[in-house]
């Protein structure tokens, strides 16, 4: 296209240019070529120091960059309207890191983050949203709190609900000029370590199909007072439909039930027994590994014995 270059396409490599310059000062910045970009425009580790000379960096997640005017939202229907775009959803659902969007100011000076963790309790209760709309707000030094997301009956497909998630204000707001700051930079790298620490765990649990969440429900924007106990919000969401969702579960149970009886086994503690019952349930189910089959075995033999858990040798 000689001579030619689309408004929006410039704009937002403007945009991403802008992340690069400000977030680079607290963080590994690893952008996605466009061809390869598939809604993660860059990978970001946070930055830790080590001695005086040298950093190494840990907390690994994903940011979409977005503009001060650019919506955000998954799912819906397809410009032409003859499509659900299903796959936009599934690919939420199949995130292996936290995801954060990125918002830039309109003068390139400033960028916002937001945590999409409110998105997470979504996927954990309907297995098909059709849309997921996210709210955000500009910083504030204001407390807020995090409501539920509100729905709309009004599509065709998945659930044919529109889920709108307030994200609120940004929990971090960052500048070249703030970042100046050493103290301003460290606080910034605690703040982005805990809130990396609930998030990474949300989509775990979300990856396992273990529809139980926690994650920060009150926030202001750059709350450096680290001494002061977060509030947490819980969230879990189960179905009556007999059957549905055990499976997957079980994969998830059967190992850790079997590692956590093998170290009370072998620590010689008597709470080992009380797991016997779990373990008897999970082989009904055709659902033990060898080693969990060898667990109830020998736990089995032990209490008939009236002997304590841990085994010979």
């Known amino acids: 296209m000689p001579g030619r270059q689309l408004n ?16 680079s000062r607290f963080l590994s910045v690893v952008r996605v070529p466009r061809p390869d970009d598939y809604g993660i425009d860059a990978f970001c580790h946070i930055l830790r120091p080590l001695d005086a000379i040298s950093s190494t960096v840990g907390g690994t997640f994903g940011v979409q960059i977005r503009g001060p005017g650019c919506n955000l939202q ?21 995130l292996a890191v936290p995801l ?27 297995q098909a ?28 497909y998945g659930d044919k609900t529109t889920w709108t998630v307030p994200l609120g204000p ?27 620490g609930f998030d990474r765990m949300t989509v775990i649990r979300l990856l396992l199909r273990v529809a139980h969440f926690e994650g920060v429900y009150e926030w202001f924007t750059n709350d450096f007072d680290f001494a002061r106990i977060l509030k947490i919000k819980s969230f879990m969401a189960w179905s ?43 082989q009904s189910r055709g659902r033990i ?12 033999g032990m209490q008939a014995q009236g002997k304590s858990p841990r085994p010979k040798g």
């Open 74 to 94: 998954f799912g819906g229907m397809n410009e032409k309207g003859d499509a659900w775009k299903a796959y936009e959803i599934e690919w939420l659902r199949a």
């Open 170 to 196: 940004p929990f971090l707001s960052v500048s070249q000029e703030q970042l100046s700051d050493p103290k301003f930079n460290e606080n910034a790298v605690v703040l982005m370590w805990k809130l990396v």
């Open 8 to 23: 929006f396409s410039i704009r937002g490599e403007q945009y991403e240019k802008a992340f690069d310059g400000i977030a």
């Open 240 to 282: 009556p439909i007999p059957g549905q969702n055990i499976n997957d579960i079980c994969l998830v149970f059967e190992p850790v039930i079997t590692n956590l009886g093998a170290h009370l086994q072998h620590q010689d503690d008597l709470a080992a027994y009380s797991l016997i019952p779990a373990l008897e349930w999970l």
């Open 129 to 156: 949203p059709f849309r997921i709309i996210c709210d955000f707000d500009d910083p504030s030094k204001d407390p807020y709190n995090l409501p539920d997301p509100t729905k709309e009956v009004d599509g065709s």
């Open 289 to 300: 590994s060898g080693f969990g089959a060898g667990l109830l075995k020998g736990l089995k």
């Open 100 to 126: 954060y969007l990125a918002r830039v100011s309109v003068d390139c000076a400033r960028v916002d983050f937001y945590s999409l963790w409110p998105v997470w309790p979504v996927l954990g209760q309907t």
